[in-house]
C-alpha cells in the first residue's frame, strides 16, 4: 500500500532528546495507513527547554497531536493547559492533545501496560502484582495498576528509597526491601521487570532482575524491555510453563492511546505491532 500526503494531511510528531531512536513514527503510520488516516507521523529533536514551544504548536492546532518523549516529559507537564489525571499523578506527559480548551496532556505508558496485560488474557484486577524497579516506567505502570482494581503490588527496587517513592504512586502499593524479592514473587501473581535488567543481551546467558528458578506455571510474567524481543526473565518464564507479556505489549498499547485520542479512530494493535517488530529487526537483525 501507498499513500498521499498533500496539505491537508494532519500532521503528528513525536519529540525529544535524542529521537531519531523513536519507534512511534514506524508504529503511528502504520496504524494511519491501515485505517486510511489521511495522517503522517515524523521524528523532532527537542532538546530541553523547548516543551513550551512544542505545545504551542498544539495548542493553535497546528500539530494534530504530539508524541513525548525524555527529557521533555516533565516541563510538557507544565506548559499544557489541561492534565488528564495519570499526567497529574505523575506530572509527566507523553501525549498532547489539541481540545477545546487548549493543549491537553495524557500520559499512556500505564495504561498502555494495563491493556496489553488485558489484550494478553490478563485481567489484573483481583491479582497481587510484583512490580520490579522504581524509575518513570515503573511509577507509569503503578499508578495504573492502582486504578485497574489489583489487590496489592509490591514494589521492590535495587535503590529501596526509589521503591518506597514509587509505592506512593496506588493506595494498595508497598515498597519492600529487596532482600525480601524471593518472597515476593512467591506471593504475587503477576511479576513485571522495569528496570533495564537484560537489554541488549541474548536471553540465553542473559541477566533477570530475579531467581529465575522462582518461576511457576501459574505466575504471569511481564517485561518492558523489548530488545531482545524475549529477554532472559521471559525465556525462564516460558521454561517454567508461565504466561508471558513481552516489552512491545506496552509499547504499543500506549500508542493505540495516543492514535485514539488525536484521531478519534481505535487503531488496529496488530498492524502497529507487526511495524515495531519489522524496525526492530531491520535495526537489530
Ligand atoms: P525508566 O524511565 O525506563 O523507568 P529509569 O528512570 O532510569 O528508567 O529507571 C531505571 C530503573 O532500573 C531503576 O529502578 C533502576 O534502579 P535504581 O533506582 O536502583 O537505579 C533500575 N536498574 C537499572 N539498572 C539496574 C541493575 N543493573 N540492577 C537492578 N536495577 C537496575
Request: aromatic content about 2%; some cysteine.
Amino acid at each position: 500500500m501507498s499513500r498521499r500526503i498533500t496539505a491537508s494531511t494532519r500532521m503528528s510528531l513525536v519529540v525529544g532528546d535524542p529521537v531519531r531512536h523513536s519507534l512511534s513514527p514506524a508504529l503511528h503510520n502504520a496504524a494511519y495507513l491501515a485505517a486510511d488516516l489521511d495522517w503522517v507521523m515524523l521524528a523532532m529533536p527537542g532538546p530541553v527547554g523547548s516543551g513550551a514551544s512544542l505545545v504551542d504548536l498544539v495548542r493553535r492546532h497546528e500539530v494534530g497531536g504530539m508524541a513525548v518523549t525524555m527529557p521533555l516529559k516533565p516541563e510538557v507537564a507544565v506548559a499544557v493547559d489541561v492534565l488528564d489525571p495519570a499526567a497529574a499523578a505523575l506530572r509527566s506527559v507523553n501525549t498532547v492533545v489539541p481540545d477545546a480548551g487548549g493543549a491537553r496532556g495524557m500520559s499512556t505508558d500505564g495504561d498502555g501496560f494495563v491493556a496489553s496485560l488485558r489484550a494478553s488474557g490478563h485481567d489484573p484486577a483481583g491479582t497481587s502484582v510484583l512490580v520490579i524497579g522504581a524509575g518513570a516506567a515503573s511509577r507509569s505502570i503503578i499508578d495504573a495498576l492502582g486504578r485497574a482494581g489489583v489487590r496489592a503490588i509490591a514494589v521492590v527496587n535495587r535503590t529501596h528509597s526509589g521503591a518506597v517513592e514509587a509505592a506512593q504512586f496506588a493506595p494498595m502499593a508497598l515498597a519492600v526491601e529487596h532482600d525480601q524479592l524471593d518472597g515476593a514473587a512467591a506471593s504475587s501473581n503477576i511479576i513485571v521487570n522495569t528496570t533495564s535488567v537484560g537489554m541488549g543481551q541474548d536471553a540465553a546467558g542473559g541477566a533477570s532482575p530475579l531467581d529465575v528458578t522462582l518461576l511457576r506455571a501459574d505466575h504471569v510474567v511481564a517485561d518492558i524491555v523489548y530488545h531482545p524481543l524475549q529477554t532472559a526473565l521471559l525465556a525462564a518464564a516460558v521454561s517454567a510453563g508461565a504466561a508471558t507479556v513481552d516489552g512491545l505489549g506496552m509499547l504499543v498499547h500506549q500508542a493505540a492511546l495516543q492514535c485514539e485520542a488525536w484521531t478519534g479512530v481505535t487503531p488496529d494493535v496488530s498492524v502497529m505491532r507487526a511495524a515495531a517488530e519489522a524496525e526492530l529487526l531491520a535495526r537489530h537483525g
